[in-house]
T-cell receptor, first 112, second 115 residues
Framework: SQQGEEDPQALSIQEGENATMNCSYK?????LQWYRQNSGRGLVHLIL?????REKHSGRLRVTLDTSKKSSSLLITASRAADTASYFC????????????FGQGTELSVKP | EAGVAQSPRYKIIEKRQSVAFWCNPISGHATLYWYQQILGQGPKLLIQFQNNGVVDDSQLPKDRFSAERLKGVDSTLKIQPAKLEDSAVYLC?????????????FGPGTRLTVT
């Protein structure tokens, strides 16, 4: 079953703008991960944030986590055409065996 | 370092036929996963192996799907017989060990179309 709901489902921006994607989930989690999927390619792990962390950075990526609201956001700053992809959040709940449960994804299009 | 290899990349079959997918994980990775990704959705875990043992197959439709990892290295996923709703991308992933803190590395996937 799908755990997360992502918002928006699709996002179109110009190169250089920031892109923000949101993920909401239903159950308690141990960590939350973000993945990118380019057309025709597999998933690539971007960043992991643990349940006791509130914010994490990696290059142009910034992830926040609010466990009280059961939500996370992924911010991509200064977007590039190469950032065009689908972005998925995935939650991990050790009560469910520690497996990844993915959301439905946000399709990001960055126009040059 | 070579990534996760999968074959074939594309497969078209008729309903009620059988199909098999192959995955070779990253060398030294003990944990192997098979996911099903239906168009417009996120991947759903079908089965997870730790070496050659099954850790989780709770979402595998066992009446038609089977998977094995006999020598704890490469793995095959089989569907017999296929249904229209099995049309999806089947992703294989591997990680160094079992546990959510270990990053999963995904292969390019096999796109299955059942007509």
């Amino acid at each position: 079953s799908q755990q997360g709901e992502e918002d928006p489902q699709a996002l179109s921006i110009q190169e250089g703008e920031n892109a923000t994607m949101n993920c909401s989930y239903k159950t308690s989690i141990n960590n939350l991960q973000w993945y990118r999927q380019n057309s025709g390619r597999g998933l690539v792990h971007l960043i992991l944030i643990r349940s006791n962390e509130r914010e994490k950075h990696s290059g142009r990526l910034r992830v926040t986590l609010d466990t009280s609201k059961k939500s996370s956001s992924l911010l991509i700053t200064a977007s590039r055409a190469a950032d065009t992809a689908s972005y998925f959040c995935a939650t991990v709940d050790y009560n469910q065996g520690g497996k990844l449960i993915f959301g439905q994804g946000t399709e990001l299009s960055v126009k040059p | 370092e070579a990534g996760v290899a999968q074959s074939p990349r594309y497969k078209i079959i008729e309903k009620r036929q059988s199909v098999a997918f192959w995955c070779n994980p990253i060398s030294g990775h003990a944990t192997l996963y098979w996911y099903q990704q239906i168009l417009g959705q996120g991947p759903k875990l079908l089965i997870q192996f730790q070496n050659n043992g099954v850790v989780d197959d709770s979402q595998l439709p066992k009446d038609r799907f089977s998977a094995e990892r006999l020598k704890g290295v490469d793995s095959t996923l089989k569907i017999q017989p296929a249904k229209l709703e099995d049309s999806a991308v089947y992703l294989c992933a591997s990680s160094l060990e079992y546990g959510s803190s270990y990053e999963q590395y995904f292969g390019p996937g096999t796109r299955l179309t059942v007509t």
